[in-house]
């Protein structure tokens, strides 16, 4: 980690264009240039990954789905875990994320990964055991479907986890935060610049569709913006039924 790193980082993420005309060239056209570089930065700006996946059980012989899996970065969260499965599925949209999770791959010798270039809305995958969405939904277009889809691929009392950026309700049910006017307006501008779109209805919809098996609402640190938090949740939900 250098401080030139960061800024490079930061300034492709304040100035590149993002381009394309589908959501897949979008996204590619945002990665192609911070690739190598993306989990450095990341690592201090996206919380609560560890916390999830060391919360979540690792079933032996079990399937694990990785929607929007990037790097492969939270996979090593789970540590020497990752040998009691069978299989490993890591699915990403960018080619460019995907290079360096074929390289993270291959040093941690993880033979029962598979890396593959796909939408999480539409992936065609074996049922699973666990499934996992960390900073995913937020740039995800139709994340109703990619929720949907995952929760058709989980075997019954299946697991879904996520973790991502969002904002509350102006008037959140109880048991839920609730968010000042700066954080759910500055927020979802702030990141949707690269397309980006924090939601507030995120943990309300998994909330209806699986059983909660853990709900945190929480704040973390943006790097080099002394004072400024920005909001994040982690999810564990159970499947019921077939």
């Given at each position: 980690?250098?401080?030139?790193?960061?800024?490079?980082?930061?300034?492709?993420?304040?100035?590149?264009?993002?381009?394309?005309?589908?959501?897949?060239?979008?996204?590619?056209?945002?990665?192609?240039?911070?690739?190598?570089?993306?989990?450095?930065?990341?690592?201090?700006?996206?919380?609560?990954?560890?916390?999830?996946?060391?919360?979540?059980?690792?079933?032996?012989?079990?399937?694990?789905?990785?929607?929007?899996?990037?790097?492969?970065?939270?996979?090593?969260?789970?540590?020497?875990?990752?040998?009691?499965?069978?299989?490993?599925?890591?699915?990403?949209?960018s080619s460019s994320l995907l290079v360096q999770a074929r390289h993270r791959l291959r040093r941690n010798g993880w033979q029962h990964v598979q890396s593959i270039e796909a939408d999480a809305t539409q992936v065609d995958l074996p049922p699973a055991d666990v499934i996992t969405f960390s900073y995913s939904l937020t740039m995800i277009p139709d994340w109703f479907s990619a929720i949907n889809h995952a929760i058709r691929l989980l075997k019954p009392n299946g697991l879904l986890g996520v973790v991502d950026f969002y904002v509350a309700r102006k008037y959140p049910d109880s048991g839920y935060s609730r968010h000042g006017w700066m954080k759910r307006n500055f927020w979802p501008i702030w990141f949707a610049s690269d397309n980006v779109f924090l939601s507030q209805d995120h943990l309300p919809y998994l909330a209806s569709t699986l059983e909660v098996v853990s709900k945190c609402e929480s704040i973390g640190k943006v790097p080099y913006l002394p004072g400024l938090r920005v909001p994040y949740y982690t999810f564990i939900g159970r499947k019921i039924g077939s």
């Open positions: 980690m250098t401080l030139a790193s960061d800024l490079r980082i930061a300034y492709r993420l304040l100035f590149s264009p993002i381009t394309g005309s589908s959501h897949r060239e979008r996204l590619e056209s945002f990665y192609q240039h911070q690739a190598d570089e993306y989990d450095n930065f990341r690592d201090r700006l996206l919380h609560g990954r560890r916390e999830l996946y060391q919360a979540l059980p690792v079933p032996q012989g079990g399937h694990w789905i990785e929607m929007g899996g990037g790097t492969g970065r939270n996979l090593e969260y789970l540590q020497h875990r990752i040998d009691l499965l069978d299989r490993v599925s890591l699915v990403d949209l």
